[in-house]
């Protein structure tokens, strides 16, 4: 809560002195990510991406530095990276939106258009709506009834798995 108040109103140096307190007291890596949040709301990107790949290192299924690698995408016109770190969501199944929100959100556009997001989909058969190009993994039903309505499964089809064909995801596929 401390950290929230801190944020909100901008004053960074003093929610860092209360991630470091914290720190000392738990020693949670998971900290690295508020650490990696700050820094991009303070525009140090590069530092912000640091953090976000030490949390990878320490547990590389965890949604959040992901995220928040891709996030840098908009500032720093570096777009391999961020298509690593998406390309590792979808591979541990940590994705659920994050493809929709790229092909939407206008601060993402450049990204959106670039040879490294246009090979990334099409690793992973994802269509440019954000869908999976056959059938959409029954798991992202529950996510948003927008993404449902916009193409459902035919009548008769099983969903199939997101993942590559040589992989199957972790999240239970039964097909």
């Known amino acids: 809560m ?8 901008d004053q960074y140096d003093s ?14 890596p998971y900290l690295n990510y508020q650490r990696g949040s700050i820094a991009f709301a ?11 790949e030490d949390l990878i290192r320490f547990d590389s299924t965890l949604s959040e530095p992901y995220l928040l690698m891709a996030t840098i995408v908009p500032e720093q016109k570096d777009f391999e990276a ?6 590792r969501m979808q591979t541990i199944g940590a994705d659920e939106i994050a493809f929709k929100l790229i092909d939407v959100d206008p601060e993402f556009t450049e990204f959106a258009e670039s040879k490294e997001y246009e090979e990334l989909k099409r690793q992973f058969h994802i269509e440019h709506n954000g869908r999976d190009a056959k059938n959409q993994h029954p798991a992202h ?6 993404i449902q309505s916009q193409n459902p499964t035919p009548a008769g089809v099983p969903p ?7 992989r199957r995801c972790r999240r239970r596929c039964r097909f």
Not at 2 to 9: A, E, G, N, Q, S
Not at 15 to 28: E, F, P, S
Not at 160 to 166: E, I, K, Q
């Open 42 to 52: 303070q525009g140090e990107y590069g530092q912000s991406q640091e953090y976000a």
């Open 160 to 166: 199939s798995c997101p993942s590559p064909p040589s």
């Open 2 to 9: 401390t950290l929230d108040f801190y944020v909100i109103r």
């Open 141 to 146: 039903f529950n996510v948003t009834s927008e």
């Open 82 to 87: 961020p298509a690593k770190a998406l390309g």
């Open 15 to 28: 929610a860092l002195a209360a991630i470091d307190r914290l720190d000392q007291r738990v020693q949670d």
